[in-house]
């Protein structure tokens, strides 16, 4: 909207010149951020209050010998998450491209499907009363099928068509191969997994958050480069005309990330919930994919990927196909809880790996 605006101003009057700076990705992206950032912190009492006297608060499944520290009275405030991010894309993006649309949808969609979910939950007052695992993934695949139809058809997607399906990788300087229409079926497994692992990972006071603002900081730094031509052309990225919008959007999710931990720190009175997390998971899956870096994600995202290796090790290969467990609990941050790790020891070394993980995510834009 302000981009529009400003747009509009510098054609009326020429003393306005100055609202050329609406044109600058990087200053867009810094006012996306404070915008993302205060209005979390301002309108967060507000919603959290409204959400808390409707009774939608967390409950917590009861493990045996196993509890976790801090307020047990948390209420969801995904959407107030979700909200921050949407204003700000508004306000600050090209709402117009389809670079700024697909981010949009995947927003949306996933941040819709986990209020599904955390409604049903709220309703029955019981974690285990939401969405089936079956329905999650049904939905997801739809979506992301959809999603990926979209971005590999020509005439729709945002991306030059002859790189649109070409797999990229880190430390190599050209394209894996062409997937043609097989891209459709990685987006699905991309997006869907990247959207559930964030959601797994959301189980202690500030765990997720900042892994998610880290890692939406690297993607942005990529996406930045490959909108410019010089830049890319000299770290021989691919160049994409208009990805800059993604590097925006990066930036508010970071600040509002950053907001949200306002309230989500240790002991937080208010957790992502399915709404939150699912959202940021989905646009995180969704900008992989724009910006062609998918598999960067299995560095700059090893919280994440630990985090759902160790639910498929433990319940899918250890518990269900060989009887025994490798975890005391999974996922993985409740085994660190059940050894007797303080949430916050858990909650910070994670954040420590998830900062080194994000510096050697950077330092794939030399290493190629």
Known sequence: MIYYL????????????????????SFRAL??????????????????????????????????????????????????????ILLSIVLWCKVHTGFVLLCLGGL????????????????????????????????QGAYCTAFGIVYVTADLTPLPPDLATQLYVPFLKFPLFDLSLFYVL????????????????DGV???????????????????YISSHARF??????????????????????????????????????????????MALGGLLGTVA???????????????????????IIQDKIGVKWLGRRFFARAPIHHHFQQRGLADTKIVIRFWIVAGILALFGLATIKIR
Request: proline fraction near 3%.
């Open 31 to 84: 006012c996306g951020a404070i915008t993302a950032l205060l209005s979390t912190i301002l309108f967060g009492n507000r919603i959290i209050l409204h959400f808390y006297r409707l009774g939608h608060r967390d409950i917590p499944r009861n493990y045996l010998n196993f509890s976790s520290a801090g307020n047990p009275s948390k209420t969801y405030g995904g959407p107030l998450l979700v909200a921050a």
């Open 289 to 311: 994919v724009l910006v062609k870096q998918e598999f960067l994600f299995l560095i700059v995202g090893g919280i994440f990927v630990a985090e759902a290796l160790s639910v």
């Open 108 to 139: 949306l969609f996933f941040a819709g499907l986990g209020w599904i979910d955390d409604f049903l939950k709220v309703r029955h007052r019981d974690s285990d009363h939401g969405l089936s695992e079956v329905a999650k993934l049904a939905l």
């Open 205 to 223: 006071d500030g765990l997720a958050v900042v892994p998610t603002a880290f890692v939406i900081a690297v993607f942005g730094v990529f996406a």
């Open 6 to 25: 400003g747009e509009y101003l510098q054609g009326v009057d020429a003393s306005l010149s100055f609202m050329r700076l609406v044109d600058s990705i």
């Open 186 to 201: 990685f987006i699905v497994f991309t997006i869907t997994a990247i959207s559930n692992s964030v959601n797994i990972a």
């Open 232 to 277: 890319a052309e000299f770290l021989i990225f691919p160049f994409m005309p208009g990805v800059g919008e993604v590097a925006i959007v990066c930036s508010i999710v970071f600040g509002s990330c950053l907001g949200f931990l306002w309230f989500n720190s240790y002991p937080a009175n208010v957790i992502m919930g399915d709404t939150g997390s």
